[in-house]
């Protein structure tokens, strides 16, 4: 795979997302860091630290947007949370430290796939030889009985006759539908959840780990079509080929030189300790996060992963706390700050019709299963744009998000009626939008109920 250059990255952010250049540019340049770490020398590697970002901007203006496209681009374990979610060590609840953990494996399933890609067409061969053991059994025990030797003989061939045909049947996917019997390992094991400091998911993990490989594996089996048989066969196969050894150690090494961590609504944790509530670890959350986003080591069930050179991406909306809400040091740990703006009217006409998931797009597309021809008139367009914005700066500002609301009460009548309009051709006018819409739209209480 290809390393995005920074104007790559921006090119296929920009598929998604309107606006917003800074913070495009800002994540793409940190995403092409990393890579250029990896080419520098070994010592001076080690000291080459991440910027870390925090994106900041109103409500529904693209900030966890920008996170889901750059996680689907980056080749790197990429892992995004929500700060909000998390509470100190001590309190009932996820600490900080699952985040690396939960990084760390998904890292290791990263790698274990691409290694199992890469021995995908041995195993294949494999799982079809067993098939045809499964499909014709074995007839040596017959032989060991110590018969007659030409007889013996004559119905091996026979029989490796029968194999090559069934093979070739095998391969032309004409014995699909029928059954064979098959052993599987039955993963009935007890669930067992242990309280443990590096947490409770983990410890039930392990246990199951440890004492799965004690008692004797449960062999159930079962009968399943050859489609299915083949699947699983490949599968169990594959996973004779893969060194996990190897896998988990790369998988700890990409993880702490690529990894990016993405901290979404962390405007969440900042604000002063309050003294009751459910508010009360959230300064402790901060400063259980210190350690990692500075560089520390985190106990994993594959090992210890260094998190010095992960990349942290911060967002938060910051409209009731600020970022110098947030504990100084891990202000400090967030050199870059990168501001998204308000959308605007043109902005809104550029979301409903440009993205690759535009709104637009995806009604015409829903309508189509109906067999309904819906067609917006670009006038249309920009009247939902102009009352989108409107209606955002009367009642209260929540972006982008807005369109949907438009949008649904838009169309209620076309959604529900859909599959019993008898007029396949349905264009949305700028008109209707008006006729639509302006009864809620003037009633400034009604709009906050419905829109
Ligand atoms: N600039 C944009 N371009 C295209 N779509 C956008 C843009 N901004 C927001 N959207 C759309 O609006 C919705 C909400 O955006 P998003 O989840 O990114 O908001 P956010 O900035 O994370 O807000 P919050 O602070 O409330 O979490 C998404 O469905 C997204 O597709
Ligand atoms: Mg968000």
Same mark, same amino acid.
């Not at 920074?6 to 598929?15: F, G």
């Given at each position: 795979?290809?390393?995005?250059?920074?104007?790559?990255?921006?090119?296929?952010?920009?598929?998604?997302?309107?606006?917003?250049?800074?913070?495009?540019?800002?994540?793409?340049?940190?995403?092409?860091?990393?890579?250029?770490?990896?080419?520098?020398?070994?010592?001076?590697?080690?000291?080459?630290? !991440?910027?870390?970002?925090?994106?900041?901007?109103?409500?529904?203006?693209?900030?966890?947007?920008?996170?889901?496209?750059?996680?689907?681009?980056?080749?790197?374990?990429?892992?995004?949370?929500?700060?909000?979610?998390?509470?100190?060590?001590?309190?009932?609840?996820?600490?900080?430290?699952?985040?690396?953990?939960?990084?760390?494996?998904?890292?290791?399933?990263?790698?274990?796939?691409?290694?199992?890609?890469?021995?995908?067409?041995?195993?294949?061969?494999?799982?079809?030889?067993?098939?045809?053991?499964?499909?014709?059994?074995?007839?040596?025990?017959?032989?060991?009985?110590?018969?007659? @030797?030409?007889?013996?003989?004559?119905?091996?061939?026979?029989?490796?006759?029968?194999?090559?045909?069934?093979?070739?049947?095998? /391969?032309?996917?004409?014995?699909?539908?029928?059954?064979?019997?098959?052993?599987?390992?039955?993963?009935?094991?007890?669930?067992? /959840?242990?309280?443990?400091?590096?947490?409770?998911?983990?410890?039930?993990?392990?246990?199951?780990?440890?004492?799965?490989?004690?008692? !004797?594996?449960?062999?159930?089996?079962?009968?399943?079509?050859?489609?299915?048989?083949?699947?699983?066969?490949?599968?169990?196969?594959? /996973?004779?080929?893969?060194?996990?050894?190897?896998?988990?150690?790369?998988?700890?090494?990409?993880?702490?030189?690529?990894?990016?961590?993405?901290?979404?609504?962390?405007?969440?944790?900042?604000?002063?300790?309050?003294?009751?509530?459910?508010?009360?670890?959230?300064?402790?959350?901060?400063?259980?996060?210190?350690?990692?986003?500075?560089?520390?080591?985190?106990?994993?069930?594959?090992?210890?992963?260094?998190?010095?050179?992960?990349?942290?991406?911060?967002?938060?909306? @910051?409209?009731?706390?600020? !970022?110098?809400?947030?504990?100084?040091?891990?202000?400090?740990? @967030?050199?870059?700050?990168?501001?998204?703006?308000?959308?605007?009217?043109?902005?809104?006409?550029?979301?409903?019709?440009?993205?690759?998931?535009?709104?637009?797009?995806?009604?015409?597309?829903?309508?189509?299963?109906?067999?309904?021809?819906? *067609?917006?008139?670009?006038?249309?367009?920009?009247?939902?744009?102009?009352?989108?914005?409107?209606?955002?700066?009367?009642?209260?500002?929540?972006?982008?998000?807005?369109?949907?609301?438009?949008?649904?009460?838009?169309?209620?009548?076309?959604?529900?009626?859909?599959?019993?309009? !008898?007029?396949?051709?349905?264009?949305?006018?700028?008109?209707?939008? *008006?006729?639509?819409?302006?009864?809620?739209?003037?009633?400034?209480?009604?709009?906050?109920?419905?829109?």
């Amino acid at each position: 795979m290809k390393e995005l250059k920074p104007r790559e990255i921006v090119k296929e952010l920009d598929k998604y997302i309107i606006g917003q250049d800074k913070a495009k540019k800002s994540v793409a340049i940190a995403m092409r860091n990393r890579w250029r770490r990896q080419q520098v020398k070994d010592e001076l590697k080690e000291e080459i630290m !991440p910027n870390n970002i925090i994106l900041i901007g109103p409500t529904g203006v693209g900030k966890t947007e920008i996170a889901r496209r750059l996680a689907k681009l980056a080749q790197a374990p990429f892992i995004k949370v929500e700060a909000s979610k998390f509470t100190e060590v001590g309190y009932v609840g996820r600490d900080v430290e699952s985040i690396i953990r939960d990084l760390v494996d998904l890292s290791v399933s990263m790698v274990k796939a691409e290694k199992t890609d890469a021995v995908k067409e041995k195993a294949e061969l494999h799982a079809e030889d067993r098939l045809l053991d499964l499909l014709l059994p074995s007839v040596r025990n017959r032989n060991q009985r110590g018969s007659n @030797f030409a007889i013996d003989k004559e119905v091996e061939e026979k029989r490796e006759r029968t194999r090559e045909k069934l093979k070739k049947s095998l /391969q032309e996917k004409k014995l699909e539908k029928r059954m064979v019997e098959l052993s599987v390992p039955s993963d009935s094991f007890p669930m067992m /959840q242990i309280f443990s400091p590096i947490g409770i998911e983990e410890m039930g993990i392990n246990i199951q780990e440890i004492f799965g490989g004690m008692m !004797p594996k449960n062999i159930k089996k079962r009968k399943v079509a050859v489609s299915e048989a083949r699947k699983m066969l490949v599968q169990e196969e594959a /996973q004779k080929l893969v060194d996990m050894e190897k896998v988990i150690s790369e998988a700890i090494t990409r993880v702490e030189n690529s990894g990016i961590v993405f901290l979404d609504e962390i405007d969440k944790i900042a604000g002063e300790r309050s003294k009751s509530g459910p508010d009360v670890s959230r300064e402790g959350v901060q400063r259980d996060l210190l350690p990692i986003v500075e560089g520390s080591s985190v106990l994993t069930k594959y090992g210890m992963a260094k998190t010095d050179h992960i990349l942290f991406i911060a967002s938060g909306a @910051f409209n009731v706390s600020k !970022p110098s809400d947030l504990v100084p040091e891990l202000q400090g740990r @967030f050199p870059i700050r990168t501001e998204l703006n308000s959308l605007t009217t043109q902005d809104f006409f550029r979301i409903l019709t440009e993205p690759e998931n535009a709104l637009v797009k995806q009604y015409i597309a829903l309508m189509k299963t109906e067999g309904i021809d819906l *067609k917006f008139n670009v006038d249309a367009i920009k009247e939902i744009a102009r009352i989108s914005y409107e209606v955002n700066m009367r009642t209260e500002n929540i972006g982008a998000r807005r369109l949907h609301t438009i949008m649904t009460y838009l169309l209620d009548e076309i959604l529900f009626n859909a599959p019993d309009i !008898p007029d396949k051709k349905i264009t949305i006018t700028k008109v209707r939008v *008006k006729n639509t819409l302006k009864d809620v739209v003037a009633d400034e209480d009604l709009s906050r109920y419905i829109l």
